[in-house]
């Protein structure tokens, strides 16, 4: 009974002494509690800011001198160009089996890019049967997210692929991937022609519509009401809406006695101004603070700093091909791409030395570049290979990002294990410069593009296997 009191008195002064600090201090449990979802908050912003900081220009940009131009996704850094992805590829490695083999005689277009980078949507022509598919994928995971068919007519698409409005006979409609009804647009005694409309752009968040009328008119469209909240009158002449740019700009083209000029026009009060003469193809920067165009004469791309009003030649965006490349869209993302990236086929492969085969088992060069880990090219000479080399002959010049090596003799844990690893290997290119590797496996991308027809690779030292001296190279990708 003794014990028991005790415990009890103990107790109570541990309630008591509770007490009277939360008499000192009601807030003291809460406080606490704030200030951990403080840290919460505080981490969540951390990683935003992280993510934000991670973001990168990118263009989707149209191949000219072609009769079916090629599109390109294509990063931006400053005034050089960091990656560049054709379009054609990407929906080969984001397509199932099923779809390539479903779709196989559609002509493919890229429709746009959400303004975030996060999705794209392709524009499946199947001209023979008069259908067109609407095909959207994530492009940070690589699964289809939604896919849709349309009216056989071109449609334009929302900046969040959410709206595509088309023309079916003789009325445009908007159809809303989110509802999954289309909804006709009726002009009751208007003048607007549905071709006028079909020309038209989206606001950036989705919710406005403009187009040019045959009355000299900018035609500002509510979607969610489905009509007409604003006319702007224009100068005379043929007129065609380029770019919605942030939440109240556009960008509109005017041909007027043969000359063509492009304005800026704030759709909230009226005002605008002439940014130039002669611009083919005018795009806006994402920030509103360049224009990129082309001339009618000039193979070139040029930019006009908005601020200033100075014009100067562009950066040229060129393709493999030696064609100039027009940025048709931007978007601002953090996504990394690289997967996505096109493998540069190596033309011819040459080694210094390499080791006699056992039976069907070839260490030759080729295995380099078969895409098989579990085969492998093995250097022949005695000692430890250190020395040898390895060149790449790409045929042509090429734009290298990037390289990923698979170290070792990788057909099994055992062979690993066995046989010697590449510890530095040196890279030289055809332009003069070189760098040296030390770390293998994962795909190194290098601080700047490198234009060159060939890469020689040179093994500078090993780490030692534990049974064989030769020193063994799985598989070989460049970007």
């Known amino acids: 009974m003794k014990i028991i009191r005790n415990i009890l008195i103990i107790i109570f002064l541990i309630v008591l002494v509770a ?39 990118w263009a989707l940009t149209i191949e000219g001198g072609k009769e079916d131009p090629a599109a390109f996704l294509v990063q931006l850094e400053g005034a050089k160009v960091e990656r560049f992805l054709s379009a054609e590829k990407l929906i080969s490695l984001l397509q199932s089996k099923e779809d390539k083999e479903k779709y196989r005689d ?41 896919e849709f068919e349309l009216p056989y007519n071109h449609p334009v698409i929302s900046s969040d692929l959410t709206k595509y409005l088309y023309e ?28 006028d409309i079909h020309q038209g752009q989206f606001s950036p968040d989705s919710t406005q519509f403009c187009f040019t009328d045959s009355q000299q008119n900018i035609v500002v469209f509510d979607v969610s009401k489905y009509r007409i909240i604003k006319k702007i009158h224009i100068d005379s002449g043929m007129a065609i809406v380029n ?63 908005i601020n200033t009003g100075f014009e100067s030649k562009a950066a040229p965006i060129t393709t493999i091909d030696g064609n100039m490349a027009t940025p048709v869209q931007w978007f601002y993302t953090a996504n990394d791409f690289s997967k996505y990236e096109s493998e540069i086929k190596v033309h011819q492969i040459k080694a210094s030395s390499t080791l006699s085969s056992e039976g069907s088992q070839s260490y030759d060069a080729k295995n380099l570049v078969d895409g098989d880990k579990a085969t492998a090219w093995c250097e022949g000479v005695k000692g430890n290979g250190e020395g040898e080399t390895i060149v790449l002959d790409l045929g ?15 057909k099994s844990e055992k062979s690993y294990r066995e046989n010697n690893r590449v510890q530095k290997l040196k890279l030289q290119f055809s332009d003069g410069s070189s760098l040296v590797l030390n770390e293998f496996n994962a795909r190194k991308n290098f601080k700047k593009t490198i234009y060159t027809s060939f890469i020689k690779l040179t093994i500078l030292s090993v780490e030692r296997g534990t049974k064989y001296q030769d020193t063994c190279i799985s598989d070989l990708r460049l970007f």
């Open 396 to 410: 042509s010049l090429h734009k290298v990002n990037g390289i990923q090596i698979i170290n070792g003799y990788a």
């Open 19 to 57: 007490c009277n600090a939360f008499a000192k201090d009601p807030t003291a449990f809460s406080s606490k509690t704030v200030d951990v979802a403080s840290e919460v908050v505080k981490s969540s912003d951390k990683t935003e800011l992280a993510k934000e900081n991670r973001k990168k220009e």
């Open 106 to 146: 559609s002509y493919i277009s890229v429709g746009r890019i959400t303004d975030d980078g996060n999705q794209i949507a392709f524009v499946l022509d199947l001209f023979k049967e008069a259908r067109l598919i609407i095909q959207i994928y994530d492009l940070d995971s690589g699964n289809k997210a939604n």
């Open 243 to 305: 770019q919605w740019v942030q939440k109240d700009k556009i960008i509109y083209s005017l041909d007027s006695m043969s000359v063509t000029k492009t304005y800026l026009l704030n759709v909230s009060n009226g005002e605008e101004r002439l940014l130039g003469k002669g611009m083919e193809r005018p795009l806006m920067s994402r920030d509103g603070s360049k224009l990129w165009f082309e001339k009618l004469d000039s193979p070139s791309n040029y930019k006009l700093n």
């Open 168 to 195: 079916k006979k003789d009325k445009a409609y908007i159809y809303d991937t989110l509802t999954d009804q289309s909804t006709a647009i009726r002009l009751d005694g208007s003048s607007i022609d549905v071709d």
